[in-house]
Nanobody
Framework: QVQLAESGGGVVQPGGSLRLSCVASGNTFIINAMGWYRQAPGKQRELVASISRSGSTNYADSVKGRFTISRDNGQNTASLQMKSLNPEDTALYYC???????????WGQGTRVTVFS
């Protein structure tokens, strides 16, 4: 089992920045990829960015060049630096961990990001 706790959400004006953090606990030695997903009101959950255990990254087209994902395997953390935020980035952001040989997904409770002027 892996538990994930997100932090760092908030309210920001367009063009602003936020940094989301995710701390994993439990059987963290078997975490494969970690990622950030988001779900806006009335929309499906979508991948924002992911990072493999070796550091390879993948981004949604809508956030490329604005968001940066990173992780610290020793600290069992993953972060999402978000810049040039716009109202379309408003959503509940979830941390995800893909775990073990079975590649089971675990999710945090989510942290809300609101972008408005």
């Amino acid at each position: 089992q892996v538990q994930l706790a997100e932090s760092g959400g908030g309210v920001v004006q367009p063009g602003g920045s936020l940094r989301l953090s995710c701390v994993a606990s439990g059987n963290t030695f078997i975490i494969n990829a970690m990622g950030w997903y988001r779900q806006a009101p009335g929309k499906q959950r979508e991948l924002v960015a992911s990072i493999s255990r070796s550091g390879s990254t993948n981004y949604a087209d809508s956030v490329k060049g604005r968001f940066t994902i990173s992780r610290d395997n020793g600290q069992n953390t993953a972060s999402l630096q978000m810049k040039s935020l716009n109202p379309e980035d408003t959503a509940l952001y979830y941390c995800n961990a893909n775990v073990g040989v079975s590649r089971r997904d675990f999710w945090g409770q989510g942290t809300r990001v609101t972008v408005f002027s």
